[in-house]
């Protein structure tokens, strides 16, 4: 798969879980920060206690804490919101400010006016020309316990990340394609230690199936888009291992790149489970049962895309008799041979090649018309004659040969389905066959039934 877009990385359910709760987890973290700063600010308030005529006054922000307004006696009831341990120390040191004008603060906890514990901070100062003591009270309680709820979200999220870097494949890149990061999954995968692979170029550790990191990085630096798709990467024992990624570059403020994030996900064990069910065991080429899936999807997409497309059933001239000359271990390596070259000639992504049974291909390919279709099947059949692989039992050629029936449909103005076109192309090769063999049979538009 290989898309450049802004999607999102199908990751597993597990991993997408993982991701959103982070997600919710830096949400609630930012909004408890925001209560943080607004109880902050909103939870203060003055009192001050009055030594000419002994009352004790408070502000309407902290009247859940203080009686509002007390007369008499306003040191005894502000010395009386104390434990008795901390009275006798409270009281020495409303004296020693007046005596010597130095302010202190406290952090204490109190009873509130409806009984329930609060923690405050005051900070105390004598006025000596008033005769006034004041003090600036902040009630702390949701304060403090804000703070604890966020300290518990960042212990969380920290574990969280441990568990990601375990976990999740994830390699940052400079604009170089330095590695400046790599998680521990990555290191585990490819068994090399950190200091190995952070300051490598990535595509040191690209596999040769996939050398397009390079390609990926430049497209998305000139369309500033993401990427997501399946990318190889090589262990230090030099096997691979399969990820389905996301990568996303990193621009500042003046639209300079700065990095490239690549997030992926395992997925080895899927491809491994692919190449089981969709993969002929002996060529290693698609299967009929891969055929079956893709083929309905290819016929959707070239019709939604308006193109062409094109049918071409292969089969190997007079296979009987090379099994029964060479033997089947001659003809084992003779059909690997020739999948193989047929192989060679797909570039494009969405051209297809499957071994349907026996000596038998098809191979599935659109956006050509039916000259360049011809073409193509031609230079095909051409490729394997070139081979060289001798069959003396041949009637056509002193070597292995094809015969190929081709079909062009142009599905934005025919009606057709995928067992139309097999049948089509099916009939196609058996004309190849009846006219000689290793030849292409070309069966037009017009004369395609329709299923």
């Known amino acids: 798969m290989d898309n450049t877009n802004n999607s999102k990385l199908k990751f597993s359910n597990k991993s997408e879980e993982k991701l959103d709760y982070l997600k919710n987890l830096e949400n609630k973290k930012l909004k408890l920060r925001q209560e943080l700063s607004r109880s902050t600010k909103e939870n203060s308030g003055l009192w001050y206690i009055d030594f000419n005529n002994n009352s004790f006054t408070c502000t309407e922000k902290i009247k859940h804490i203080y009686t509002q307004e007390i007369k008499d006696n306003g040191l005894e009831y502000y010395l ?103 998680s521990s999954a990555f290191c585990l995968k490819t068994n090399y230690d950190n200091n190995h692979v952070v300051g490598k170029k990535i595509y040191e550790f690209e596999t040769i199936e996939n050398n397009n990191i390079s390609k990926i990085f430049k497209n998305l630096i000139k369309n500033r888009l993401t990427w997501s798709g399946e990318l190889s990467f090589r262990k230090k024992d030099g096997k691979s291992f399969w990820v389905d990624a996301f990568i996303s570059p990193i621009f500042d403020q003046n639209n300079e790149l700065i990095e490239f994030n690549l997030l992926c996900n395992d997925i080895t064990t899927q491809k491994i489970l692919e190449k089981v069910t969709n993969y002929d065991a002996l060529t290693g080429i698609y299967n009929r049962r891969y055929y079956n899936e893709i083929v309905p999807k290819e016929i959707n997409r070239t019709l939604r895309d308006k193109k062409t497309i094109s049918f071409a059933m292969i089969d190997i001239d007079s296979f009987k008799q090379y099994n029964d000359i060479y033997g089947h271990k001659k003809g084992d390596e003779a059909l690997i041979r020739v999948a193989k070259e047929l192989q060679k000639s797909l570039n494009r992504a969405g051209d297809f090649l499957f071994r349907m049974g026996g000596e038998e291909f098809c191979i599935v390919f659109s956006g050509y018309d039916d000259k360049k279709s011809f073409e193509f099947c031609e230079n095909i059949r051409k490729n394997i004659e070139n081979l060289n692989i001798p069959h003396s039992g041949s009637n056509v050629h002193k070597n292995l040969t094809i015969s190929i029936g081709l079909v062009v449909s142009d599905l934005a103005h025919e009606i057709i389905d995928e067992l139309g076109l097999y049948t089509t192309s099916d009939n196609a090769l058996y004309e190849a066959k009846s006219a000689g063999r290793n030849q292409v049979f070309f069966h037009k538009a017009d004369d395609i039934e329709i299923f």
């Open 80 to 182: 009386s919101t104390f434990t008795k341990k901390k009275y006798s120390t409270i009281l020495k040191k409303i004296k020693n400010i007046q005596k010597n004008f130095q302010e202190f603060s406290i952090e204490r906890n109190i009873k509130s006016l409806d009984n329930s514990n609060k923690i405050i901070f005051e900070n105390i100062n004598y006025i000596p020309s008033k005769n006034l003591l004041i003090g600036i009270t902040r009630d702390m309680t949701k304060v403090f316990q804000t703070r604890k709820n966020i300290r518990q979200i960042d212990k969380t999220i920290y574990q969280l990340m441990k568990l990601f870097d375990k976990n999740i494949t994830i390699i940052q890149c400079n604009k170089d394609a330095t590695i400046t990061y790599a």
